[in-house]
């Protein structure tokens, strides 16, 4: 029987790094999208979507089977119950890029931001794409100190989110009015990745140690916003 479990835990956990090598290009992509109005960079992400959701509800029904089947306890519990969280928040990640490179579809072959907020955009962007590579180190390698990294590293993320709304409520603000409604929504879209990121990375505390770093509900639990 624990033959049986350890290769059905080794198939979720393949389609776990799946999911999140998607997601990963989905981040890419739909950055590549924004800030070079490149549309089938975008249509990719879309398309793409759809086999992140469908490795979800894999990942989430092959837990399921495996609490029913095998009653897992102690650590092994804590990998099954942990692994379905992490299914569910690489899921939103990859509605978040989708919502980035949607946005960007339908402003083509205009940007949906102004010239004054690309700079901004491509360091969020680039931040971004950094957390992307560490996130499918860190689950490939259930790595902790690459986990406890992405989580410090947020708050440069949450700082450079702020300057979106310093942005938005310049008076010398001179993009349009759908422009203003971009920015606010990307740049929130952006923020709430690095979110997902640093709660998959508590995850990953949690599976390595059976230490919950934060002792609070993370920023993806509490909201019901992707």
């Avoid at 519990?77 to 899921?91: G, I, N, P, Q, W």
């Amino acid at each position: 029987m624990r033959v049986i479990f350890n290769e059905e835990l080794k198939a979720v956990a393949d389609d776990l790094d799946h999911m999140v090598k998607g997601v990963r290009r989905a981040i890419n992509g739909a950055g590549d999208a924004l800030l070079n109005q490149n549309l089938e960079a975008a249509q990719a992400v879309i398309d793409g979507d759809i086999e992140i959701d469908a490795l979800e509800a894999s990942v989430v029904d092959q837990c399921v089977k495996l609490l029913a089947k095998q009653n897992p306890v102690a650590t092994d519990l804590r990998v099954v119950v942990s692994t379905m969280r992490l299914a569910t928040t690489f899921e939103r990640m990859g509605d978040l890029a989708r919502h980035i490179a949607e946005a960007a579809r339908r402003t083509y072959p205009a940007s949906p931001l102004p010239a004054e907020a690309q700079p901004l955009f491509a360091e969020m962007q680039a931040f971004l794409n950094d957390v992307a590579d560490q996130t499918v180190a860190m689950l490939s390698d259930r790595d902790t100190k690459t986990a406890e990294q992405i989580i410090i590293n947020d708050d440069k993320l949450d700082e450079l989110h702020k300057k979106t709304f310093e942005l938005a409520q310049s008076e010398n603000w001179a993009g349009t009015n759908q422009q203003l409604i971009d920015v606010v929504l990307i740049g929130r879209f952006m923020e709430r990745l690095g979110d997902h990121a640093v709660s998959a990375a508590r995850r990953v505390v949690y599976i390595v140690s059976g230490f919950d770093p934060s002792k609070e509900p993370t920023r993806d639990e509490d909201t019901d916003i992707a």
